[in-house]
């Protein structure tokens, strides 16, 4: 619990410093994503995901996404993952409008902690990210990429409120800190933070929605410069079993 409350401390402090700061840029999105499951045994498994992100007023394409992971449970309670990801982001103002999409291609390996607790579950996951930037200006894309490092923390709660048979309902509470690192980290150390809080209906065994509220709260590269991002998410999880019934 001493290592929990540590990084809970940790998590406030550094986004309450990043609320002292000036130059907020205040933007409300809506995400968009379809995440399949695919599983292969007791053991294996593979995520897949499609992601749309659009500013809301006025409405313009953010970025989209698509991303593949491997997953494994070494025990009930730990399970690791790699994967890769494809980003194209449009723009990061909805007020400016460029012709041409900047790529991110980006490498991924996490670690995952659960515990249960009857109806409430605790997760931790920590997360690395190689980050490799097409680099661009604002008249079209260059030669060569940028690269950057991302560290990610995230705890999580879990609480079911009913389940019967294939069906269920819970709600999902979380909160991430990101920091990036590498020789091109100038004044941007953080990145940024998200708080997140939803309820997960499960339909059926192999279909469940997810709809949401996230804020994040990050930095830019400038150091001076943030975004504070209100943001409606929904999700689509699609669950496909591989294995042979016993």
């Known amino acids: ?21 000036k130059n907020v840029d205040h933007q409300s999105l809506l995400w968009t994503r379809y995440y399949n499951l695919l599983t292969i045994n007791d053991k294996w498994s593979v995520h897949t995901e499609f992601d749309n992100r659009i500013f809301i007023n006025p409405v313009e394409e953010n970025s989209y996404a698509f991303r593949i992971q491997g997953r494994h449970k070494i025990n009930p309670e730990i399970e690791i993952g ?22 991110e291609y980006r490498g991924q ?16 996951r920590f997360q690395v990210e190689e980050r490799f930037f097409h ?9 060569g990429t940028t690269f950057f490092w991302r560290f990610r923390y995230r705890i999580q709660g879990e609480y079911s409120f009913w389940k019967k048979e294939n069906q269920f309902l819970k709600a999902i509470v979380y909160d991430e800190l990101m920091f990036n690192g590498g020789e091109n980290v100038v004044k941007n150390t ?10 997960h209906y499960g339909i059926n065994k192999n279909i469940a929605l997810e709809l949401g509220y996230l804020n994040s709260f990050q930095q830019r590269a400038s150091g001076v410069d943030y975004f504070n991002r209100n943001i409606i998410r929904f999700t689509l999880f699609h669950k496909i079993n591989l294995q042979k019934k016993k």
Request: net charge negative.
């Open 1 to 21: 619990m001493k290592f929990i409350q540590t990084i809970f401390l940790i998590v406030t402090c550094s986004f309450l410093y990043a609320q002292t700061e």
């Open 190 to 199: 953080f990145d940024q933070n998200r708080i997140y809080a939803a309820l």
């Open 109 to 124: 390996q996490d670690i995952i902690w659960k515990k249960d607790f009857n109806k409430f579950t605790l997760l931790q």
């Open 82 to 103: 790699a994967g890769f990801a494809y980003f194209s982001v449009a723009t990061q103002d909805p007020e400016i409008n460029y012709d041409f999409n900047v790529p």
């Open 135 to 143: 680099n661009a200006n604002k008249d079209g894309l260059l030669p």
